[in-house]
């Protein structure tokens, strides 16, 4: 092995710069609590590391070398920087155990996770927190990547996700509905409407708003809706509704996020089934309407799934928080 291929051991830099500060190897062991015979291995082993002498032995006190008076405050400058570098990593590692990271469905980042948020810094004192918002299908990702602690999505118990199928622990907050809505035309009817014979004016074949495929509530409501379908009948029985129809409805338009669809639908372009959480206001102010029957209607949790590894302690208090009692 070479001498440039040695390896180093810094603990050979802070004895070069005591003995750089002395000139006196006994002083300069005594004051690193190291055995005289010991250190001066140290001094070598560093000299051979660099290649050349750094101090001149004959001269009382030691002196530095050419060599070595151009290596000490490079050396100086090195050591500052990775007691910087240390310094920084640490604090960068007890932001890390402070703070929380989420990644949350565009439509509940928007509706439900600032008031929700809110009631948990009410209980809990938080660090810095990070938000991500995405479809459900790239929040998923994250979190199966480690990139975040939790998720916040709506879910189904009889459409499961990828964090259901690998089993990750998961809380309901709370329950949404995704309703079929509407513009409303003059008299109020909805201009869409999914049982178009009983709504006067409306269209035969209402155009619907549609979710795409990495849309969270795009796969509920696909699912749910071919269930509804392939039990057209008992549901019509179950509901006093006759001729309850297949929703082969023409599709105008598709996107991911919840939010585009409900302004295509205030528009009049179409009907999309939305979270109620989202629609409320519309609803009760008459800029939406409801665009079916209560059996339209598909019943949805509010999800909080975690890292199935232990977390931070701000993560676990939190978790623990939203625990059921």
């Given at each position: 092995?070479?001498?440039?291929?040695?390896?180093?051991?810094?603990?050979?830099?802070?004895?070069?710069?005591?003995?750089?500060?002395?000139?006196?190897?006994?002083?300069?062991?005594?004051?690193?609590?190291?055995?005289?015979?010991?250190?001066?291995?140290?001094?070598?082993?560093?000299?051979?590391?660099?290649?050349?002498?750094?101090?001149?032995?004959?001269?009382?006190?030691?002196?530095?070398?050419?060599?070595?008076?151009?290596?000490?405050?490079?050396?100086?400058?090195?050591?500052?920087?990775?007691?910087?570098?240390?310094?920084?990593?640490?604090?960068?590692?007890?932001?890390?155990?402070?703070?929380?990271?989420?990644?949350?469905?565009?439509?509940?980042?928007?509706?439900?996770?600032?008031?929700?948020?809110?009631?948990?810094?009410?209980?809990?004192?938080?660090?810095?927190?990070?938000?991500?918002?995405?479809?459900?299908?790239?929040?998923?990702?994250?979190?199966?990547?480690?990139?975040?602690?939790?998720?916040?999505?709506?879910?189904?118990?009889?459409?499961p996700g990828r964090l259901d199928d690998a089993a990750y622990p998961t809380h309901r907050l709370s329950d949404d509905v995704l309703m079929p809505v509407s513009a409303p035309g003059?008299?109020?009817?909805?201009?869409?409407?999914?049982?178009?014979?009983?709504?006067?004016?409306?269209?035969?074949?209402?155009?619907?708003?549609?979710?795409?495929?990495?849309?969270?509530?795009?796969?509920?409501?696909?699912?749910?809706?071919?269930?509804?379908?392939?039990?057209?009948?008992?549901?019509?029985?179950?509901?006093?509704?006759?001729?309850?129809?297949?929703?082969?409805?023409?599709?105008?338009?598709?996107?991911?996020?919840?939010?585009?669809?409900?302004?295509?639908?205030?528009?009049?372009?179409?009907?999309?089934?939305?979270?109620?959480?989202?629609?409320?206001?519309?609803?009760?102010?008459?800029?939406?309407?409801?665009?079916?029957?209560?059996?339209?209607?598909?019943?949805?949790?509010?999800?909080?799934?975690?890292?199935?590894?232990?977390?931070?302690?701000?993560?676990?208090?939190?978790?623990?928080?939203?625990?059921?009692?």
């Amino acid at each position: 092995m070479g001498p440039g291929n040695r390896p180093l051991d810094l603990e050979w830099l802070e004895d070069f710069l005591a003995l750089a500060d002395c000139g006196n190897f006994s002083r300069a062991a005594q004051a690193r609590s190291i055995a005289q015979p010991a250190f001066s291995r140290h001094i070598r082993g560093l000299e051979e590391w660099v290649g050349v002498a750094l101090f001149d032995r004959s001269a009382h006190p030691a002196a530095l070398t050419a060599a070595g008076a151009r290596f000490l405050p490079l050396l100086q400058e090195t050591l500052a920087g990775l007691q910087a570098a240390r310094t920084q990593a640490r604090a960068a590692h007890e932001r890390d155990a402070a703070s929380l990271s989420f990644a949350a469905t565009h439509v509940l980042s928007l509706t439900f996770f600032p008031r929700w948020l809110g009631g948990i810094e009410a209980q809990l004192r938080l660090g810095p927190i990070q938000t991500l918002s995405d479809s459900s299908h790239a929040c998923e990702d994250l979190m199966l990547q480690r990139r975040v602690q939790f998720v916040l999505c709506h879910g189904h118990a009889a459409v499961p996700g990828r964090l259901d199928d690998a089993a990750y622990p998961t809380h309901r907050l709370s329950d949404d509905v995704l309703m079929p809505v509407s513009a409303p035309g003059p008299g109020g009817e909805p201009l869409h409407a999914l049982d178009a014979s009983a709504r006067p004016g409306a269209m035969e074949d209402p155009a619907v708003l549609a979710y795409s495929e990495a849309s969270g509530l795009g796969r509920i409501v696909r699912t749910v809706l071919n269930a509804h379908a392939a039990n057209a009948p008992a549901n019509a029985a179950s509901n006093g509704v006759d001729n309850v129809a297949a929703p082969a409805f023409p599709v105008v338009f598709t996107a991911h996020h919840a939010v585009l669809l409900r302004t295509l639908a205030l528009e009049g372009r179409g009907l999309a089934w939305l979270p109620l959480s989202l629609v409320a206001d519309d609803l009760r102010e008459g800029r939406l309407v409801e665009g079916g029957a209560a059996h339209w209607r598909v019943p949805v949790e509010i999800r909080l799934y975690r890292q199935p590894a232990e977390m931070s302690a701000a993560a676990e208090a939190l978790w623990r928080l939203m625990a059921p009692d």
